[in-house]
């Protein structure tokens, strides 16, 4: 009986040691993925911003070529 008992808990030790194991590569993996993700949203919001300014910039242009049309037949 008691030698069953010593089995039991040697096993539940062994589990609960691959459990932590498994925690910790599990929080490894959590954490690089937040790492990745914060990452590519600061790729994605450069890129908007890029976007951002170029179109500011294209709308800028039309509204000089619109205005130099405009002095041109007025």
């Known amino acids: 009986m008691l030698s069953r008992l ?25 954490q690089r993925g937040q790492e990745d993700l914060m990452a590519e949203n600061r790729r994605l919001r450069e890129d908007l911003e890029r976007e951002r300014a170029s179109k500011e910039e294209v709308l800028a ?9 405009q002095d041109e037949t007025a």
């Open 6 to 30: 010593e089995s039991k808990i040697e096993s539940l030790l062994t589990r609960l040691a691959t459990l932590k194991e498994d925690n910790a590569r599990l929080r490894d993996e959590v």
């Open 61 to 69: 242009r039309i509204d000089g070529l619109l205005q130099k049309l």
